[in-house]
């Protein structure tokens, strides 16, 4: 079964979700290198868009995600990697999950989660995940 | 708050979960217009990459999915569409979520749900969603 990564432009978009609770903790996009990284190490790696690189999920906060099964979807261009995440969060926002806010029809925003850990602590001032 | 288009060249990810039990369904992709839509009817409605059109969920089926919550993540360039999913399934396949497939690393793809309709019932010989 192959992915096409084709109709992305040579990227997937990969949603991680907790393994445990169902919880949706982040979307990133993989290329085929990332994903067979991804699949060697059993941890996630994702492809920066912004940072035009290969990007190992944890490596600064070692936050990691470990890879407990990869989900193809029907048409083989979007991946859901199912994950146990190491530490109290995936997001350098300091939440569980990247999805931390709500957003209604008018643009306003609202949180539907707290705090889980201090960014600063965990990524000090350069900010990187 | 505004959604980031721009990254992802007019486009952002959107994931479906079924608000219920936490499953994701499947993954879209929307255009400000798409989003725009959505939030209106309160029904999803996706851009689709391959026919280059505005295309609302379960227009063939009836399968279509009412919006409970839309959660937008930190970097605000990916959508969360938490849904009640009318009827049996959102996949053109026949499952309740395109993510029916499991891949290893050696390429291989293994079934991991069962089918809870019959697709060609559903949509005929024309394989619309």
């Known amino acids: 079964m192959d992915v096409d990564f084709q ?7 990969a949603i991680i979700q907790d393994e445990q609770n169902g919880d949706v ?3 990133g996009f993989m290329n085929a290198e990332a994903l067979r990284e991804t699949q060697r190490a059993s941890e996630v ?9 290969l990007w190992k999920k944890g490596e600064t906060s070692g936050h990691v995600l470990r890879v407990r099964e990869i989900r193809l979807d029907c048409d083989a261009d979007a ?7 190491v530490g109290p969060g995936v997001c350098h926002e300091g939440y569980r999950s990247c ?7 008018g643009g306003e925003a609202r949180l539907v989660a707290e705090r889980t850990f201090s960014p600063d602590k965990v990524y000090g001032q350069e900010k990187a995940r």
Chains 1, 2 share one sequence.
């Not at 790696?45 to 690189?53: E, L, V, W, Y």
């Not at 999805?99 to 029809?105: D, G, H, K, L, T």
């Open 7 to 13: 109709k992305g432009g040579g990227l997937v978009p």
């Open 25 to 27: 903790l982040m979307l």
């Open 45 to 53: 790696m994702f492809f920066s868009r912004s940072r035009n690189k």
């Open 79 to 85: 991946l859901l990697v199912r994950v146990e995440a």
């Open 99 to 105: 999805f931390f806010r709500a957003i209604e029809a």
